[in-house]
Nanobody, 114 residues
């Protein structure tokens, strides 16, 4: 079975940085576009960035210019480098395939204080 394990979240001040990791166990990692999603308090889970199998990336306007998604295919790991964090970035962050079919992991909490 596919397992997704997110890590790297924490409590930071506005303007600081965090690097999130998503380890993928099982699944056709190299064949899928993989994205980072987040769910803020009282909100639906939303896609904020994804990386295609060819390494190309797409970002939501809310994080463009501040976050960078990347993938390490041999390690089956996806990263999200988050800089210039804002309080509105506070959310639980998840990774998943854009194709669907993978279970959701536990997510990792990011809290940004002002």
């Amino acid at each position: 079975q596919v397992q997704l394990v997110e890590s790297g979240g924490g409590l930071v001040q506005a303007g600081e940085s965090l690097r999130l990791s998503c380890a993928v166990f099982g699944g056709a990692f190299s064949l899928n576009a993989v994205g980072w999603y987040r769910r803020g308090p009282g909100k639906q889970r939303e896609l904020i960035a994804f990386v295609n199998s060819d390494g190309s990336t797409v970002y939501a306007d809310s994080v463009k210019g501040r976050f960078t998604i990347s993938r390490d295919t041999p390690k089956k790991t996806v990263y999200l480098q988050m800089t210039s964090l804002k309080p509105e970035d506070t959310a639980v962050y998840y990774c998943n395939s854009l194709r669907g079919g993978w279970p959701w992991g536990q997510g990792t909490q990011v809290t940004v204080s002002s």
